[in-house]
């Protein structure tokens, strides 16, 4: 079988969003020079671009020739970037070769094909090559690192407490970048069943007036059994979010208005256990949603089912393996 890729406005999407978040102030903010998804226009040395003939585009072809994979969907300007990723990073599984050499020279090596597939997602959004090492790298010194441990509300998670990786997501449910998230989340848990938990934790942010009354409204919801229903006519209703609308949600879903009301005007309980999420997060570097972590490791993958799909992949290879990537 070979691999497909993304069709290029939604990977470019999905490549933007991994850079985008609102941050503590709740203004939304993008990279400062992301750049544009590359076009047909965008072509090879020898394809109409600039360039000494075809020779280039014979040996990016070439390069990027591996059996089972296919990387032909890409734009050319997006192929040059993944040649020069396959010829310029070592493969991360911890043999002596570029990934390039790994993915011809080690056919059985999983974890180079997973790698490959997440640069050439990044290409295709338009991210060049420097750009792709430097993320690669550092999503997978994360294994590495010291991981974070979180108090978290299984009322508030939805899959196998048991399960062996779980994705923990700090979001507000007025940032434009955490409505983006929610159905990759919802994929992730509906694809792999008990092998996933995705756990909610609210981070409302200062700059969104209503994001901490649509956290307290979900928290009250939850005390009712309906924290995921609330969860979901939140962001379905992102963009007309008020004080009224979010008591008429709960109202729909048998959770007493006048309770959130009171909630509301009370604060108590409810307003202190947003605050140790609050806490829990900036403990962990959290300052902008939505923050994802991985097992206790932060992603900064692009958010889209198949690029976490890899991480998870990853992440069980690494646990398997005692803490190490499988041998070739």
Known sequence: MR????????????????????????????PASAPAAPTAEDS??????????????????????????????LSSGAQRELAAVFTDE???CGCPHTLGQCLKEHKGCRHARRMANIAAQDAQAGSPSVE??????????????????FKLDDRMCHGA??????????????????????????????????????????????????GMPAAIASLVARDKGKFWEMHDQLFANQL??????????????????????????GGGKYAAEIASFKEMGKNAGVGRTPTIFLNGRELGL???????????????EWISSGKAWAKD
């Open 3 to 30: 691999t497909a890729l993304l069709p290029v406005p939604l990977v470019a999407a999905a490549f933007l969003l991994s850079a985008a978040t609102c941050n503590k102030g709740g203004s939304s903010e993008s």
């Open 44 to 73: 090879l040395p020898g394809t109409g671009g600039a360039g000494p003939g075809g020779d280039e585009s014979s040996k990016i072809a070439q390069t990027l020739s591996v059996p089972g994979m296919d990387f032909s969907s």
């Open 90 to 92: 070592f493969c991360y």
């Open 132 to 149: 792709i090492i430097q993320r690669i790298g550092k999503y997978y010194q994360g294994f590495r690192e010291a991981r974070r441990t």
């Open 161 to 210: 407490k048991d399960a062996k990786v779980t994705y923990v997501e700090f979001a507000d449910f007025e940032c434009p970048y955490c409505g983006f998230v929610r159905p990759v989340m919802e994929e992730l848990v509906k694809k792999h069943g008990d092998k996933v938990r995705v756990c909610f934790v609210p981070f409302p942010l200062e700059g969104h007036p209503h």
């Open 240 to 265: 007309a979010l008020s004080v009224p609308v979010i008591k008429d949600l709960a109202a729909s879903l048998g959770v007493p208005a006048a309770e959130v009301q009171k909630a509301l005007d």
């Open 302 to 316: 692009a958010v889209t089912v198949e690029q976490f799909d890899h991480a998870a992949d990853d992440e069980l």
